[in-house]
C-alpha cells in the first residue's frame, strides 16, 4: 500500500532532550517535506527536500533540523525541544517539486514538550 | 507572500442539504494549484478536490465541487447533500513554488442530523 509514515504518532517530552520524528514514504517521490500544525494558524512548512541531498527551510525552520540521505526518508530533527515547540507534525510527500502533484501526507505526530 | 484566508472559522449545516466553505488567497504567480483538505477527527489529511489555476472550467469530485473565482482570488468549496461523514475541519491551500502548500486557518464543518 502506498503511504507515508511518521513515528511516534504520540510523543510527550522535556525541554532540552533532543528527539528524531521519523518519515518514510514507500511511493518512491522525490519531494518531501514537514508541516506544524497549530491552532487557528493551519498548517505551516518547517523543511522540505527536493531530493537526496537537497535540503530548504520553509517558512518556520527556527529549531528543528532535518537530513534527507536516503530518498525514502526524511527524519525531523529537535536538537533541544521547547514548549513553543508543542505541536501536531505532519510529513508530505509528492512525485517531484514545481509540479503541482498532489501532496500525500503522513498520519501526523503530536508532540507535546513540558 | 502567498498568503490564503478562510474568513469562517466555523460552519454548520444540516443533513442532506448544501454548504459553501468561502477561501480566498493573494498570489503574484499565474501558474499555480489550489486544493482543498479534509482533515477528520483521526487528524489524516484526506485530498478533496484540486484546481489547476490555467483550467477555467470549475473541478468537480462526486458531491464536493468548487466555484473558482480567478480574477477575484477566491476558491469556495461547496458540499452537496451533506453527510454526517464531512463533519471535519476543511483547509484551503495553494501551491506555488517548490511545491510548497500555503495553508489556511482552515473551517470547522458540523454536520447535524
Known amino acids: 500500500e502506498a503511504q507515508v509514515t511518521q513515528n511516534p504518532r504520540y510523543l510527550i517530552t522535556v525541554t532540552g532532550k533532543k528527539l528524531t520524528v521519523t518519515c518514510s514514504q514507500n511511493m518512491n517521490h522525490e519531494y518531501m517535506s514537514w508541516y506544524r500544525q497549530d491552532p487557528g494558524l493551519g498548517l505551516r512548512q518547517i523543511y522540505y527536500?527536493?531530493?537526496?541531498?537537497?535540503?530548504d527551510k520553509g517558512d518556520v525552520p527556527e529549531g528543528y533540523k532535518v537530513s534527507r540521505k536516503e530518498k525514502r526518508n526524511f527524519p525531523l530533527i529537535l536538537e533541544s525541544p521547547s514548549p513553543n515547540q508543542t505541536s501536531l507534525y505532519f510529513c508530505?510527500?509528492?512525485?517531484?517539486?514545481?509540479?503541482?502533484?498532489?501532496?500525500?501526507f503522513g498520519p501526523g505526530t503530536r508532540l507535546t514538550v513540558l | 507572500a502567498q498568503t490564503v484566508t478562510q474568513s469562517q472559522p466555523e460552519m454548520s449545516v444540516q443533513e442532506a442539504e448544501t454548504v459553501t466553505l468561502s477561501c480566498t488567497y493573494d498570489?503574484?504567480?499565474?501558474?499555480?494549484?489550489l486544493f482543498w483538505y479534509k482533515q477528520p477527527p483521526s487528524r489524516q489529511m484526506i485530498l478533496v478536490i484540486r484546481q489547476e489555476a490555467y483550467k477555467q472550467q470549475n473541478a468537480t469530485e462526486n458531491r464536493f465541487s468548487v466555484n473558482f473565482q480567478k480574477a477575484a482570488k477566491s476558491f469556495s468549496l461547496k458540499i452537496s447533500d451533506s453527510q454526517l461523514g464531512d463533519a471535519a475541519m476543511y483547509f484551503c491551500a495553494e501551491l506555488e513554488y517548490g511545491n510548497k502548500l500555503v495553508f489556511g486557518a482552515g473551517t470547522i464543518l458540523r454536520v447535524k442530523s
Open positions: 527536500s527536493m531530493n537526496v541531498e537537497v535540503t
Open positions: 508530505a510527500s509528492s512525485p517531484a517539486g514545481r509540479s503541482g502533484d498532489t501532496q500525500y
Open positions: 498570489t503574484s504567480e499565474s501558474d499555480y494549484y
